[in-house]
């Protein structure tokens, strides 16, 4: 159900974290707001105040299990894979920004594979090693918890939204193309340039919304962009493929999104030394310069040797990254430059220079291909980018000092004290094995700007399982607050994503367990976080989690993303564990 106010109806006092996107909106004097949650009353209300914490003996049961039929499939497969012990935090969110650097702008958990990154192909997921137990080089991510004791200003939010410009982001194609053939490279440049303008296009309507959170409005720019997109997309991916070239997954990289990520770099927060320390303990990343925008059309008798080096390209970094990860606190920034940095640069010489000797022995040799070897680590904290009176939105910082802090989500990550990683059967049917490198997200980060219609509520505490609340649990004594995160449980039978990231998957009916038309059945992904947060920062709503700036911590936010990394065996050891009502790990 969606809701508008205008005016300043909604703007009240707050006694913690004083922020909230619909209070922001108010202050603009030009109201419109979508309905996110306001703990099930129907409100505009974004806050994180003591109104978005409710005590959980206050929720009424509400989970309610299909009773299994004939042929249900009853057993559960489970996964230890750690509880983010390496410290892998990052803001990149692969499965919704692929591409995109700090796409969630907010910092997430990750367990399972350690090499991902937004831009982390099957190849390096593949390649990766991984904290689960059993081998599993699966990506399971989720925003952090954090607990900050101060009070903000909601003025401060209300002025960097009146100043905010919303943005039109899209992921980048060029630089996730594979070579190009020399007959295709003229078409592919064209293309590319009309996905340019048409970006540029949106982003010029978007303006008419400065200073202010339309969720429908958004829909009228982003829906035509996406058909606009998707056709393009096929375009370049069939001329590749006429020319005799290969373009796989590229439908991962038509949707687009709203970003209000100005709001963040407009808003204060605590500054921290930019210490080696510091800056290690915010998980450093490697940044390389892009190698696949950058050539020629190749000729087809060179197109299974570039393209071979370009897939070790994208394989060096990512085992780069997951050094990075598993040696974190060893010799400082010598051994990073040494023993990481060092060694990857020998190596990208040597693929950059399989690449060009490859094109030239049908055509001219690309020139000057070396100059993209050298690579960086990303540690060194930065200060927010420095408003202006231009229409352009402030690059997001990168996250600061210990505790990984971005503007706007600020305070001590909370660890998970346990994660529990399931995979359940369908009461309605027998399960099909997941496909290999199957993308998935529960949840949605973005109600207020793209309105309701995916959000979950996810929270609840250990003992109140047969519960799940739209509002922060305050807990009682012994109980820990919990996240519950169920993926969809259907899939088409086809694709490993699709255009919106949704549409290859569904969830199965709430009463029967039934998939839709078309769907099969497949292992249920459950994952349940829990933390150990003292009763008293519960009872001051002084735990919120990671958001983008226009939710401003709506626990109605919450969300879950996972790629299968499974091995084939493995995901079919767990549907038959499953299919046989067994419990297995």
């Known amino acids: 159900m969606n809701r508008r106010r205008n005016g300043t109806a909604l703007v009240q006092t707050r006694t913690a974290r004083l922020a909230m996107a619909a209070l922001v909106l108010a202050a603009t004097g030009a109201l419109t707001v979508t309905f996110v949650s306001g703990g099930g009353k129907g409100t505009a209300d974004a806050a994180t105040s003591l109104e978005q914490f409710v005590p959980i003996e206050q929720v009424p049961p509400n989970v309610r299990d299909p009773r299994p039929a004939a042929g249900a499939s009853t057993g559960r497969f489970t996964v230890d894979c750690g509880t983010n012990g390496n410290g892998k935090f990052s ?34 997921l593949d390649a990766s090693g991984t904290t689960c137990r059993n081998g599993d080089k ?7 918890v954090r607990i900050d004791r101060t009070v903000r200003s909601g003025r401060q939010v209300q ?41 540029a296009a949106a982003n ?22 996406r058909a606009r997109r998707a056709t393009l997309i096929k375009e370049i991916t069939a001329s590749v493929t006429a020319a005799g070239g290969g373009q796989p997954g590229l439908v991962s990289l038509v949707d687009c999104d709203v970003s209000y990520d100005d709001m963040h770099a407009r808003m204060p927060y605590r500054a921290h030394r930019a210490s080696v320390t510091a800056a290690r303990a915010a998980n450093p990343r490697i940044q390389c310069p892009s190698v696949r925008d950058r050539l020629p059309g190749v000729p087809a008798g060179a197109l299974t040797e570039v393209n071979r080096n370009l897939d070790d390209l994208d394989r060096q970094i990512s085992e780069a990254n997951e050094r990075l990860v598993i040696s974190a606190g060893q010799g400082g920034p010598a051994f990073v430059d040494n023993a990481i940095l060092g060694p990857l640069r020998a190596k990208r010489i040597a693929a950059l220079d399989r690449i060009a000797i490859a094109i030239g022995r049908q055509a001219t040799r690309p020139q000057g291909l070396e100059a993209l070897a050298p ?18 939105t402030a690059a997001l910082p990168d996250p600061q000092g210990p505790d990984f802090e971005l ?48 959000a979950r509520a996810t929270w609840t505490c250990s003992g109140f399982t047969d519960r799940l609340s739209d509002r922060y649990p305050i807990c009682p004594a012994g109980s820990r607050v919990q996240r519950v995160h169920d993926f969809p449980g259907c899939w088409d039978g086809r694709n490993v994503d699709s255009d919106n990231h949704r549409n290859h998957v569904a969830f199965a009916d709430r009463a029967t367990g039934v998939c839709p038309q078309g ?47 499974n091995s084939t065996r493995t995901m079919q050891r767990i549907a038959a564990c499953i299919n046989r009502g067994k419990t297995c790990s």
């Open 91 to 124: 803001p990149d969110n692969p499965v919704a920004q692929p591409g995109i650097r700090n796409g969630a702008e907010h910092v997430r958990d990750f367990v399972g594979n350690l090499a991902i990154t937004a831009n982390s192909s099957d190849a390096d």
């Open 138 to 144: 699966s990506s399971y991510f989720w925003p952090v």
């Open 159 to 199: 002025q960097a939204l009146a100043q905010t410009r919303p943005m039109v982001v899209c992921p980048s194609v060029g630089k996730r193309l594979r070579a190009v053939p020399t007959g295709a490279r003229a078409t592919v440049d064209r293309l590319l340039a009309e996905l340019d303008r048409q970006q």
């Open 204 to 225: 010029q309507r978007m303006s008419a919304s400065r200073g202010r959170i339309d969720a429908a409005f958004n829909r009228e720019i982003l829906d035509p962009l």
């Open 375 to 392: 690579c960086r680590v990303d540690q060194a904290p930065k200060s927010p980018a420095t408003p202006s009176s231009t229409p352009t």
């Open 407 to 454: 503007p706007g989500n600020t305070g001590g990550i909370v660890r998970p004290a346990q994660v529990l990683i399931e995979y359940r059967g369908n009461p309605a049917s027998k399960v099909v094995p997941m496909p290999r490198f199957l993308r998935a997200l529960t949840g949605d980060a973005k109600p207020t700007s793209r309105g309701p219609a995916n």
């Open 519 to 565: 769907f099969r059945a497949i292992p249920q992904l459950r994952i349940t976080v829990a933390y150990d947060i003292p009763r008293d920062v519960q009872v001051k709503g002084q735990y919120a989690l990671d958001s983008f700036p226009e939710e401003n911590h709506n626990p109605f936010s919450d969300h879950n993303d996972f790629v299968n990394v």
